[in-house]
């Protein structure tokens, strides 16, 4: 090697190091703690989306084992497709391995560099090198490799490389399909909010289909930490589609990028062919507006034309983008997971309608916990996500953080001093975005960045989950109120009566005058079971009348219709009023007496309905029930309606797909008239029955 | 008001029963059982210009069954009456506290704190007009020190009278008044003393007997830790009423301790329904006075924020509206500050007994 060569090469191997170097704080290596919580991060995430993509439950563990000084043994593995042999290399070796670059559907995300970033630190800090297995299913034996990175090419060094069959260390069973990682790196294990513990946690509560174990050991091998996260689904994320961008979120590189590499030749199919939501009218439009001739070649179109479309894009009406590419987590499932990870009270959970901003599907997800175990001061625990992964530090300085600060939360139960800051009190919230191009503050991705759009869908999430928080606080301490009334009159009056009786020898007193006079209300009171045997969730409500005179009233309970779902048992018969509300006209209700109300849902698993919602119609306030408001029965009932019908025209529209642009156009502005019709009517129940 | 009537054992049942004869008339008539007494509270106590004591105003609230905690109140008040209707007929009595356990067994009538049982007996002494001693109910807390020449006789637990002697026959601490100081208990006996000094804290009260001090000044002292209890009160004022000795406070100066010379001299919220019994409305305040501070250049401390309120809410107070009073409070929160009776221990243990105390009674005429 002559002198040239060799102050190139160092060069090249500073370049890299020093790439890594500068960049830490970045990647997410800036601190011991913080390495080997991001070195768990990546691993993990990794797992996560490759058992999505191959469709398998994930089961992944962590096991860190300290060792002298600040050294830790990293292991992870995963159950997931394992990666082929020739792959090894260009997944742990190569910095910005770009195959998600140019898909725009919802990923965790390449955060920092990814795995070759666990492989260069530990090769840094302690020189070791990262020992890869993977087996993939069907082959006769596993890859065994020792991985290095070589700096000067920046590509890995493999070396030791054999196939042997890969062996369970617990169990001896062989293992059929996964991958595992070790490795030696300094860091620094804590426990806490900003902690390895933390994150699975977290990572747990979004990924309810996968189990998550951690296990941390001493440098004796004593255990001194552990987590065990079980799935409560074993129902996988939905497969996201691609999706083209939309000319509202394209920048004048990016379309020069497009244009430079389109092989249409005419500018009208170049626009519909490589972008979501344009249609021919819209396509036409742009052009004329931008001064483009339709006909032009879009390779030879140049930079002042393309600017001057990037402005058209704007002025022209365009279609949203389709929302298939987004994996919401579903509200029912956060609602498992957040009660899996968070012991409590009362869980309430939003998952928004998709929408978009500046050409980018989003969508918001919210779950509320409250009471239980939670402490009741401090500021609540504030769960952030970004397309299901944990955001664990900046907090004070993402978006989602001050979209729940601008909330009121004194209105919903929450004590918020001076209405500023995070609320207080014995509640953890979770937020999750999910979107094709999540934007962060920085190349940190640790604070999602300012945006109107995004803010206003969680407030709107939050205010949601906010007055299902009011309404159960009231209906607990009304609960509370007609359970003391119960203690009263059934168990303390009869004592008072007897005592009394008793001190002056004296005959007891009929009692059935004074516990009207006490009571002097209907109550209504609802208890839900579950039938272990049958597999039936149990609703049973209860109706005293306490006053002097008779009632006659009409009940209605609230209960989780959906396709899955089959309402048994139901003996007092009553009818439909409108989704997931049923009523019964109940008989004549003498002074004294109490009546029941029973019935059961098949096709939910335990723990899936544990709060309801009772109302009335008829005079006379019932306590522990709602008076129906008629009118919010009639809007729920038309939105009902247009969500049948938009179903309807989305067949149609299926069909009409080979028809020409404009009756394709036409039918689209109509539906798009019907989802904003259908969004403003979309007022669900926890929100009408609280006002 | 010298010697209360003790109220025999049917009267004292009967008066009980009537307790639960309303409630139990209530129910008759179909409606919810019910308790009615005065409100406890400071906006329902007056000064009665005839006793010279605070007395409960005309506001009478009534407990009943319409909510749970109040029903609970009235099955334990009908519970504690079973118990001293037991106590009554069989010879015994209990502490407060002794009460607080047994209701451990009276199911869904029992106590939740102690407090709630210590309210519940002042309640029902309340109305039924009876003290606690007639339903055999003694307090926890601790009885004064006495040390002086002064003659009690107590019945001890033989029945018998004994005759001490609270300079002769006890140790340096005094003798210790029993809960029930009532005439059926404690008789005085004899003396020869000039006046009784009641003394707020024990540092003090032993210097004093240390130095000699009732001897030298020809006095009874009595500690009165604090919040004297109902016997400690009840003792100075039998001692007022039937010596006829003047009885001087000696406190701290600060607004907590003038309210300890305010329920000696005038009675106490929580017990205005035997204000008559316990206030000793001849007691004079000695000292330590805001212008003594001032006067002998005391070591003192800043008044906080809570002592100014209370400063404040003494202003309008009616036991404090003498032109005296007036005159101290203000002076005190004008210079703002506040000092022990220790603190006169800057110029040296003797100062107390050499110069402070004999200047202050001589000033009411009390030489020696």
């Known amino acids: ?691 | 008001m010298t010697l209360r009537e003790t109220k025999s054992k049917k009267e004292v049942i009967e008066a009980l029963h009537g307790v639960a004869a309303e409630m139990h008339d209530k129910m008759l008539k179909g409606k919810p059982p019910a308790m009615t007494l005065p409100v406890r509270t400071k906006k329902n106590i007056q000064f009665d210009k005839k006793l010279q004591v605070y007395k409960y105003g005309k506001n009478k609230s009534t407990r009943d069954a319409t909510a749970l905690s109040s029903a609970r109140v009235l099955l334990r008040s009908l519970h504690i009456t079973e118990f001293i209707e037991e106590m009554i007929n069989s010879g015994k009595s209990s502490t407060l506290r002794e009460m607080y356990y047994i209701s451990e067994g009276w199911g869904n009538g029992k106590f939740g704190t102690q407090n709630e049982s210590n309210n519940l007996a002042e309640d029902l002494e309340i109305v039924t007009k009876c003290i606690r001693e007639d339903f055999k109910l003694r307090p926890e807390e601790d009885g004064a020190r006495i040390i002086g020449n002064v003659t009690f006789e107590e019945k001890n637990r033989k029945g018998e009278w004994m005759r001490i002697n609270c300079r002769d026959d006890v140790g340096d601490s005094g003798y210790g008044v029993p809960y029930n100081v009532e005439s059926e208990k404690l008789r005085l006996v004899d003396q020869d003393i000039d006046f009784v000094m009641a003394v707020e804290t024990g540092g003090m009260f032993d210097r004093l007997v240390e130095n000699g001090f009732d001897e030298e000044a020809r006095c009874a002292i009595i500690h009165l830790k604090g919040q004297p209890a109902r016997s400690t009160r009840r003792i100075m004022k039998r001692m007022s009423d039937e010596w006829k000795k003047p009885i001087l406070v000696f406190a701290d100066c600060d607004p907590w301790s003038f309210r300890i010379f305010a329920s000696i001299a005038y009675g106490a919220i929580k017990t205005a329904h035997i204000s008559e019994y316990l206030a000793t409305n001849e007691a004079i305040y000695l000292g330590i006075t805001a212008d003594d501070i001032l006067a002998y250049d005391l070591p003192s401390d800043d008044l906080t924020k809570s002592d100014l309120g209370a400063l404040e809410s003494e202003l309008s107070d009616p036991r404090f509206a003498t032109g005296w009073w007036k005159e101290q409070i203000n002076l005190m929160q004008e210079i703002g500050k506040k000092a022990e009776q220790q603190s006169l221990a800057k110029y040296g243990l003797d100062f107390v007994t050499d110069t402070y105390l004999p200047e202050k009674l001589a000033a009411l005429g009390l030489n020696y």
């Open chain 1, 1 to 691: 090697m002559n002198k040239a060569e060799e102050i190139s090469s160092k060069q090249k191997q500073i370049a890299v190091s020093e790439f890594f170097e500068k960049n830490k704080h970045f990647l997410g290596f800036d601190s011991l703690q913080r390495s080997i919580i991001t070195a768990v991060k990546e691993s993990v995430d990794n797992s996560l989306d490759a058992c999505e993509e191959a469709r398998i439950l994930p089961n992944i563990r962590v096991e860190l084992n300290k060792e002298k000084g600040d050294r830790i043994e990293f292991i992870t593995q995963d159950n997931g497709p394992g990666i082929p042999r020739n792959a090894i290399e260009d997944v742990f070796g190569k910095f910005l391995l770009g195959s998600r670059f140019h898909a725009i559907r919802q990923t965790r995300g390449q955060q920092g560099i990814g795995i070759t970033g666990v492989v260069m630190y530990s090769q840094l800090t302690t020189g070791s090198k990262t020992r890869v297995i993977s087996k993939i299913k069907g082959e006769s034996s596993a890859v065994f490799v020792e991985l290095g990175l070589d700096t000067r090419k920046n590509k890995a060094l493999k070396t030791g490389e054999r196939r042997d069959v890969w062996l369970d260390e617990d169990t001896g069973e062989e293992i059929k399909q996964g991958l595992r990682i070790r490795t030696i790196m300094k860091g620094k294990y804590q426990k806490g909010k900003q902690s390895v513990h933390q994150y699975l946690r977290m990572t747990s509560i979004v990924n309810p289909h996968a189990s998550i174990s951690l296990i941390v050991r001493d440098k004796d091998g004593n255990l001194i930490d552990q987590g065990n996260w079980p799935r409560t689904t074993e129902r996988l994320p939905r497969v996201v589609s691609e999706i083209k961008p939309h000319p509202h979120g394209i920048h004048l590189g990016t379309l020069q990028r497009m244009l430079r590499e389109s092989n249409e030749r005419k500018m009208t199919s170049f626009l519909r062919h490589n972008f979501s939501g344009v249609s021919m009218r819209a396509a036409r439009e742009i052009l004329i507006k931008a001064k483009v001739d339709e006909g032009r070649e879009p390779k030879r179109i140049k930079a002042d034309d393309a600017q001057e479309m990037l402005n058209a894009f704007q002025r022209v009406k365009l279609l949203s983008p389709p929302m298939d590419c987004l994996s919401p987590i579903d509200d029912l499932l956060i609602k498992k997971g957040l009660s899996k990870a968070i012991d409590s009270r009362f869980a309430s959970t939003v998952t928004r309608n998709p929408s978009v901003s500046q050409g980018n599907p989003f969508q918001i997800e919210v779950g509320l916990v409250f009471g239980g175990d939670l402490s009741a001061d401090g500021p609540i625990e504030v769960l952030r996500f970004a397309n299901r992964v944990p955001l664990m530090y900046q907090q004070g300085g993402c978006l989602l953080t001050k979209a729940l600060e601008s909330v009121d939360w004194k209105r919903y139960g929450l004590d918020h001093p001076g209405g500023r800051g995070v609320p207080k009190g014995p509640a953890a919230l979770l937020i999750h975005l999910a979107s094709t191009n999540v934007q962060f503050t920085s190349e940190a991705k640790e604070a999602v960045a300012e945006n109107e759009e995004v803010h206003e869908e969680i407030r709107k999430a939050l205010l949601e989950v906010g007055r299902g928080l009011k309404n159960h606080l009231k209906k607990s301490s009304q609960r509370k109120k007609a359970k003391e009334k119960f203690e009263l009159v059934n168990i303390i009056l009869p004592e008072i009566a007897k005592k009394s009786s008793e001190i002056l020898g004296r005959p007891e007193p009929n009692l059935a005058p004074v516990i009207t006079q006490i009571m002097n209300a209907v109550f209504c009171e609802e208890i839900l079971g579950w039938d272990k045997e049958r597999k039936i969730a149990t609703c049973s409500i209860k109706i005293y009348n306490y006053t002097a005179r008779a009632r006659a009233y009409t009940i209605l309970a609230k209960w989780p219709e959906n396709e899955n779902t089959i309402m048994v048992d139901n003996h007092r018969g009553g009818r439909k009023e409108a989704k997931g509300i049923w009523a019964w006209r109940l008989d004549t209700l003498n002074p004294g007496t109490c009546t029941v109300v029973e019935f059961g849902v098949s096709g939910l698993t335990k723990g899936d309905w544990v709060d309801t919602d009772i109302f009335f119609r008829g005079n006379g306030e019932i306590i522990g029930a709602t008076k129906i408001d008629e009118s919010l029965l009639d809007e729920i009932r038309k939105s009902e309606a247009l969500i049948l019908a938009e179903e309807e025209i989305e067949k149609e529209s299926s069909n009409l797909e080979p028809l020409i642009d404009r009756a394709e156009e036409n039918i689209h502005r109509d539906l798009s008239e019907t989802v904003m019709k259908s969004k403003e009517g979309q007022l669900s129940l926890s929100e009408w029955e609280v006002e």
